[in-house]
Protein backbone atom coordinates (compact mmCIF):
# COMPACT_ATOMS: atom_id res chain seq x y z
CA UNK A 1 0.00 0.00 0.00
CA UNK A 2 1.59 3.62 -1.42
CA UNK A 3 2.22 5.69 1.88
CA UNK A 4 3.34 9.64 1.23
CA UNK A 5 2.87 13.14 2.51
CA UNK A 6 1.18 15.63 0.95
CA UNK A 7 1.76 19.51 1.04
CA UNK A 8 -0.48 22.20 -0.48
CA UNK A 9 1.09 25.23 -1.21
CA UNK A 10 0.18 28.63 -3.33
CA UNK A 11 1.46 31.92 -3.10
CA UNK A 12 0.43 35.54 -2.35
CA UNK A 13 2.09 38.55 -2.43
CA UNK A 14 3.71 38.16 0.33
CA UNK A 15 4.27 35.44 1.38
CA UNK A 16 6.26 31.93 -0.30
CA UNK A 17 3.91 29.38 0.23
CA UNK A 18 5.81 27.11 -2.15
CA UNK A 19 9.52 28.08 -0.81
CA UNK A 20 8.10 26.73 2.66
CA UNK A 21 6.77 23.49 0.86
CA UNK A 22 10.08 23.02 -0.69
CA UNK A 23 12.11 23.50 2.64
CA UNK A 24 9.57 21.25 4.39
CA UNK A 25 9.66 18.71 1.92
CA UNK A 26 13.74 17.90 2.96
CA UNK A 27 13.22 17.83 6.13
CA UNK A 28 10.22 15.35 5.13
CA UNK A 29 12.96 12.86 3.40
CA UNK A 30 15.29 13.11 6.19
CA UNK A 31 13.19 12.31 9.28
CA UNK A 32 10.49 10.88 7.61
CA UNK A 33 11.69 8.99 4.39
CA UNK A 34 8.40 9.22 2.68
CA UNK A 35 7.80 10.26 -0.55
CA UNK A 36 6.22 14.07 -0.80
CA UNK A 37 3.46 15.22 -3.25
CA UNK A 38 2.79 19.20 -3.86
CA UNK A 39 -0.76 20.75 -4.84
CA UNK A 40 -0.35 24.19 -5.81
CA UNK A 41 -1.98 26.63 -8.64
CA UNK A 42 1.36 27.58 -9.92
CA UNK A 43 3.20 24.24 -10.95
CA UNK A 44 5.13 25.89 -14.25
CA UNK A 45 7.32 27.80 -11.37
CA UNK A 46 8.94 24.62 -10.85
CA UNK A 47 10.56 24.86 -14.48
CA UNK A 48 11.66 28.00 -13.49
CA UNK A 49 12.10 29.80 -9.94
CA UNK A 50 11.83 26.31 -8.45
CA UNK A 51 13.80 24.00 -10.95
CA UNK A 52 16.62 23.04 -8.62
CA UNK A 53 14.04 21.92 -6.23
CA UNK A 54 12.07 19.42 -8.15
CA UNK A 55 13.71 16.67 -7.25
CA UNK A 56 12.30 16.50 -3.82
CA UNK A 57 8.67 15.92 -4.66
CA UNK A 58 7.27 12.89 -6.04
CA UNK A 59 4.70 14.62 -7.98
CA UNK A 60 3.71 18.27 -8.58
CA UNK A 61 -0.40 18.36 -8.61
CA UNK A 62 -2.51 21.33 -10.26
CA UNK A 63 -5.20 22.64 -8.57
CA UNK A 64 -6.49 26.13 -8.21
CA UNK A 65 -8.73 27.24 -5.36
CA UNK A 66 -11.90 28.02 -6.03
CA UNK A 67 -12.41 29.98 -3.00
CA UNK A 68 -9.56 33.05 -2.16
CA UNK A 69 -10.35 34.83 0.89
CA UNK A 70 -8.48 37.47 2.51
CA UNK A 71 -6.72 37.16 6.31
CA UNK A 72 -4.37 38.95 8.66
CA UNK A 73 -1.17 38.70 8.41
CA UNK A 74 1.50 39.28 11.16
CA UNK A 75 5.09 39.36 11.83
CA UNK A 76 5.73 39.71 15.55
CA UNK A 77 3.68 42.50 17.06
CA UNK A 78 4.26 44.90 15.48
CA UNK A 79 4.00 44.74 11.58
CA UNK A 80 0.40 43.19 9.39
CA UNK A 81 -0.70 43.08 6.42
CA UNK A 82 -4.10 42.14 4.80
CA UNK A 83 -3.26 39.51 1.90
CA UNK A 84 -4.68 36.88 -0.15
CA UNK A 85 -5.27 33.45 1.82
CA UNK A 86 -6.00 30.80 -0.93
CA UNK A 87 -6.05 27.27 1.54
CA UNK A 88 -8.95 25.50 1.01
CA UNK A 89 -7.83 22.61 -1.28
CA UNK A 90 -7.60 20.87 2.15
CA UNK A 91 -11.22 19.58 1.49
CA UNK A 92 -9.91 17.97 -1.82
CA UNK A 93 -7.30 16.14 -0.38
CA UNK A 94 -8.81 12.53 -0.68
CA UNK A 95 -9.36 13.20 -4.84
CA UNK A 96 -6.24 14.88 -5.12
CA UNK A 97 -3.43 12.27 -2.98
CA UNK A 98 -1.50 9.49 -5.09
CA UNK A 99 -1.42 7.44 -2.26
CA UNK A 100 -3.26 5.22 -0.47
CA UNK A 101 -2.61 6.32 2.98
CA UNK A 102 -1.65 10.02 3.29
CA UNK A 103 -0.68 12.75 5.83
CA UNK A 104 -1.01 16.01 4.74
CA UNK A 105 0.79 18.96 6.52
CA UNK A 106 0.66 22.50 6.47
CA UNK A 107 4.04 23.97 4.68
CA UNK A 108 5.12 25.28 8.34
CA UNK A 109 4.97 22.46 9.98
CA UNK A 110 8.92 22.05 10.69
CA UNK A 111 9.74 18.54 11.08
CA UNK A 112 12.72 17.22 13.52
CA UNK A 113 11.85 13.75 14.08
CA UNK A 114 9.76 10.29 12.74
CA UNK A 115 6.63 10.62 14.78
CA UNK A 116 4.51 10.80 12.50
CA UNK A 117 5.31 7.11 10.83
CA UNK A 118 3.09 6.18 13.81
CA UNK A 119 0.05 7.31 11.94
CA UNK A 120 1.22 4.40 9.31
CA UNK A 121 1.11 2.02 11.67
CA UNK A 122 -2.11 1.77 13.81
CA UNK A 123 -5.37 1.00 12.29
CA UNK A 124 -8.01 3.79 12.35
CA UNK A 125 -9.08 5.86 9.04
CA UNK A 126 -9.00 9.11 9.43
CA UNK A 127 -6.25 11.03 12.47
CA UNK A 128 -6.25 14.86 13.48
CA UNK A 129 -5.04 16.62 16.53
CA UNK A 130 -7.77 17.61 19.23
CA UNK A 131 -4.70 18.91 22.03
CA UNK A 132 -2.06 21.39 21.12
CA UNK A 133 0.50 23.22 23.12
CA UNK A 134 1.63 26.76 22.97
CA UNK A 135 5.25 27.62 22.55
CA UNK A 136 4.94 30.13 25.35
CA UNK A 137 5.84 29.93 29.30
CA UNK A 138 3.40 32.76 29.71
CA UNK A 139 0.09 32.93 27.10
CA UNK A 140 -3.12 31.80 28.66
CA UNK A 141 -5.42 30.95 25.05
CA UNK A 142 -8.69 28.90 24.91
CA UNK A 143 -8.67 29.55 21.22
CA UNK A 144 -7.65 26.57 20.02
CA UNK A 145 -9.74 24.24 22.11
CA UNK A 146 -13.12 25.32 21.14
CA UNK A 147 -14.56 26.65 17.68
CA UNK A 148 -16.26 29.59 19.52
CA UNK A 149 -16.63 30.30 23.26
CA UNK A 150 -20.03 27.54 23.48
CA UNK A 151 -19.03 25.73 20.14
CA UNK A 152 -17.69 22.37 19.29
CA UNK A 153 -14.15 20.72 20.15
CA UNK A 154 -11.31 22.37 17.65
CA UNK A 155 -9.69 20.29 15.44
CA UNK A 156 -6.80 21.10 13.87
CA UNK A 157 -6.72 20.72 9.94
CA UNK A 158 -3.03 21.49 10.01
CA UNK A 159 -1.71 18.01 9.79
CA UNK A 160 -4.13 15.47 8.76
CA UNK A 161 -3.78 11.43 7.96
CA UNK A 162 -6.58 9.19 6.35
CA UNK A 163 -6.30 5.74 4.51
CA UNK A 164 -8.38 5.34 1.50
CA UNK A 165 -11.95 4.06 2.69
CA UNK A 166 -15.36 4.55 2.46
CA UNK A 167 -15.56 6.39 6.19
CA UNK A 168 -12.64 8.63 4.68
CA UNK A 169 -14.63 9.37 1.69
CA UNK A 170 -17.59 10.17 3.50
CA UNK A 171 -15.76 12.56 5.57
CA UNK A 172 -14.26 14.43 3.15
CA UNK A 173 -16.99 14.61 1.05
CA UNK A 174 -18.74 16.15 4.16
CA UNK A 175 -15.97 19.09 4.33
CA UNK A 176 -16.31 19.67 0.72
CA UNK A 177 -20.33 20.25 1.72
CA UNK A 178 -19.47 22.60 4.39
CA UNK A 179 -16.94 24.57 2.46
CA UNK A 180 -19.65 25.26 -0.17
CA UNK A 181 -21.91 26.32 2.55
CA UNK A 182 -19.35 28.13 4.59
CA UNK A 183 -21.97 30.92 5.59
CA UNK A 184 -24.43 28.75 6.61
CA UNK A 185 -22.82 26.77 8.78
CA UNK A 186 -20.66 29.54 10.36
CA UNK A 187 -23.81 30.92 11.23
CA UNK A 188 -25.10 27.44 13.15
CA UNK A 189 -22.17 27.10 14.66
CA UNK A 190 -22.00 30.51 16.03
CA UNK A 191 -18.51 31.00 14.28
CA UNK A 192 -18.31 35.10 14.10
CA UNK A 193 -15.23 34.97 12.01
CA UNK A 194 -16.49 35.08 8.06
CA UNK A 195 -12.97 34.20 7.32
CA UNK A 196 -12.82 30.71 5.92
CA UNK A 197 -10.88 28.03 7.83
CA UNK A 198 -9.89 24.47 7.60
CA UNK A 199 -9.59 24.02 11.59
CA UNK A 200 -13.38 24.78 11.62
CA UNK A 201 -14.72 22.81 8.46
CA UNK A 202 -12.55 19.68 9.57
CA UNK A 203 -14.14 20.36 13.40
CA UNK A 204 -17.86 20.42 12.38
CA UNK A 205 -17.18 17.74 9.71
CA UNK A 206 -15.91 15.23 13.31
CA UNK A 207 -18.47 16.85 15.57
CA UNK A 208 -21.12 16.02 12.23
CA UNK A 209 -19.95 12.43 12.04
CA UNK A 210 -19.97 12.03 15.68
CA UNK A 211 -23.87 12.03 15.72
CA UNK A 212 -23.28 16.06 16.75
CA UNK A 213 -21.55 15.11 20.02
CA UNK A 214 -18.12 14.51 21.10
CA UNK A 215 -16.59 11.52 20.09
CA UNK A 216 -14.34 9.46 18.86
CA UNK A 217 -14.88 9.01 14.58
CA UNK A 218 -11.29 10.99 14.84
CA UNK A 219 -9.31 9.65 15.93
CA UNK A 220 -5.64 11.44 17.79
CA UNK A 221 -2.52 12.00 15.99
CA UNK A 222 0.61 10.67 17.76
CA UNK A 223 2.23 12.99 20.31
CA UNK A 224 1.13 16.80 20.89
CA UNK A 225 0.90 19.56 18.70
CA UNK A 226 3.52 22.28 19.28
CA UNK A 227 2.90 25.70 18.05
CA UNK A 228 4.04 29.61 17.82
CA UNK A 229 2.27 31.71 17.25
CA UNK A 230 2.27 35.11 14.50
CA UNK A 231 3.59 37.24 17.28
CA UNK A 232 6.40 34.72 17.57
CA UNK A 233 9.79 35.34 15.69
CA UNK A 234 12.20 32.46 14.50
CA UNK A 235 15.81 33.25 15.28
CA UNK A 236 17.41 29.72 14.14
CA UNK A 237 16.59 26.64 12.34
CA UNK A 238 18.48 24.19 12.17
CA UNK A 239 18.07 20.05 12.03
CA UNK A 240 17.84 19.98 15.70
CA UNK A 241 16.33 22.90 17.37
CA UNK A 242 14.42 25.93 17.16
CA UNK A 243 15.19 29.13 18.73
CA UNK A 244 12.16 32.17 18.79
CA UNK A 245 11.40 35.10 20.39
CA UNK A 246 8.02 34.74 21.98
CA UNK A 247 6.62 38.46 22.25
CA UNK A 248 5.21 40.05 25.47
CA UNK A 249 1.39 40.09 25.24
CA UNK A 250 0.68 42.71 28.37
CA UNK A 251 3.21 45.74 29.42
CA UNK A 252 4.41 43.66 32.52
CA UNK A 253 6.26 40.92 30.62
CA UNK A 254 9.12 40.56 28.81
CA UNK A 255 9.49 38.64 25.78
CA UNK A 256 11.76 35.70 26.11
CA UNK A 257 13.62 33.46 24.29
CA UNK A 258 12.33 29.72 24.29
CA UNK A 259 14.35 27.16 22.52
CA UNK A 260 12.79 23.62 21.44
CA UNK A 261 14.77 20.67 20.48
CA UNK A 262 13.78 18.07 18.03
CA UNK A 263 10.15 18.54 18.51
CA UNK A 264 8.08 19.05 15.48
CA UNK A 265 6.44 22.35 15.70
CA UNK A 266 3.73 24.41 13.86
CA UNK A 267 5.06 27.96 13.06
CA UNK A 268 2.59 30.54 12.50
CA UNK A 269 4.76 33.81 11.59
CA UNK A 270 4.83 33.11 7.80
CA UNK A 271 7.19 35.86 7.14
CA UNK A 272 9.61 34.96 9.72
CA UNK A 273 9.54 31.75 8.57
CA UNK A 274 10.56 32.43 4.76
CA UNK A 275 13.31 35.09 6.22
CA UNK A 276 14.61 31.77 7.72
CA UNK A 277 14.29 29.55 4.93
CA UNK A 278 15.59 32.19 2.20
CA UNK A 279 19.03 31.16 1.21
CA UNK A 280 18.10 27.27 2.36
CA UNK A 281 19.17 24.83 -0.67
Not at 7 to 23: E, F, G, K
Not at 37 to 58: A, G, H, I
Not at 94 to 119: G, Q, S
Not at 238 to 258: A, F, G, P, R, W
Amino acid sequence: MSKGVLLIANNNADIDYVSQACYSAKRIKKHLKLPVSLVTDSPDLFKTTYKKYRRRFDKIISYKDDLISTRMYKDGALFSNTLDFKNTSRVSSYDLTPYEETLVLDTDVIIFNDVFLKCFDQNNDILMYRKSIDVSPFRSSTEFERVSDVGIDFFWATCVYFKKSDKSKMFFDLTKHIKENWNHYRLIYNISSQLYRNDFVFSIAAHTLNGFTSGSFVKEMPGLLLYSTDRDEIITLTDNQTVLVVQKTTESEVNVIVKVDKTNIHVMNKYSLDRIIKNDS
